[in-house]
């Protein structure tokens, strides 16, 4: 490699290494894993809350949440009954292939459908850190406003599915839907897209059904 290449792109190429061999783990399990993205407060653990409540029974959920200092969110998902094993990323404002790396052989993965990985809050760089996930998908909730996907292009970019979460709120906030969805159409052409609100309930069911059909397709 040559001297000046430059430092952040040796730490990039050596994370999509390290990814490369996640993804062999979690394809070895049979197991069908997504990487949850968002700003802080979106609703990432709420909307995690609820698919797990909704699929126990129906499928085997194990779930990973990367925390810069606590472990909140991987309790209440182990009390809405998934597996659950907490990351704290001492400061790290994202997650990386090597902290997933570390945590997979904290759950029994050959004893799951469903693997979910919370990211750290933030919408920048968690996007430029593969995991070794099949599937990105992006938490956006009506209080963050109308103009996210023009101002985190790169985040936008990159996922399989954008939720737009806190639908409950929109006759208390002002949010344009169609410039909101405008703009995620520009940079990611026909991605699956649900509105839904994790208090309420309404419009999960897109969003549930989804998902278990990409299980199923594993
Ligand atoms: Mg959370
Ligand atoms: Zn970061």
């Given at each position: 490699m040559p001297k000046n290449v430059p430092v952040v792109e040796k730490i990039l190429s050596a994370n999509d290494q390290l990814a490369r061999e996640n993804r062999l783990a979690i394809d070895a399990a049979g197991v069908f894993s997504i990487n949850v993205m968002a700003s802080p407060g979106a609703g990432k653990t709420s909307l995690i809350e609820q698919t797990v409540r909704a699929l126990t029974g129906k499928l085997r959920v194990g779930m990973i949440n990367g925390d810069i200092a606590t472990s909140l969110d991987a309790d209440r998902a182990a009390a809405a009954g998934a597996a659950a094993v907490q990351i704290?990323?001492?400061?790290?404002c994202h997650l990386d292939a090597v902290m997933l790396h570390d945590a997979?052989?904290?759950?029994?993965?050959?004893?799951?459908?469903l693997l979910i990985v919370e990211n750290v809050g933030?919408?920048?760089?968690?996007?430029?850190?593969?995991?070794?996930?099949?599937k990105n998908v992006l938490v956006a909730s009506?209080?963050?406003?109308?103009?996210k996907p023009y101002k985190y292009p790169g985040m936008y970019r990159g996922v399989e599915a954008v939720v737009i979460n806190k639908i409950d709120l929109l006759p208390y906030v002002t949010f344009r839907m169609d410039y909101f969805r405008q703009g995620i159409e520009v940079l990611n052409p026909g991605v699956a897209q649900f509105a839904l609100s994790?208090?309420?309930?309404?419009?999960l069911g897109g969003w549930l059904d989804w998902l278990t059909a990409q299980v199923r397709k594993r």
């Open positions: 704290n990323t001492g400061g790290d997979l052989p904290r759950l029994d993965l050959r004893s799951l459908d933030n919408l920048v760089c968690p996007a430029s850190f593969a995991l070794g996930t099949h009506i209080p963050e406003g109308d103009d994790c208090s309420t309930g309404e419009g």
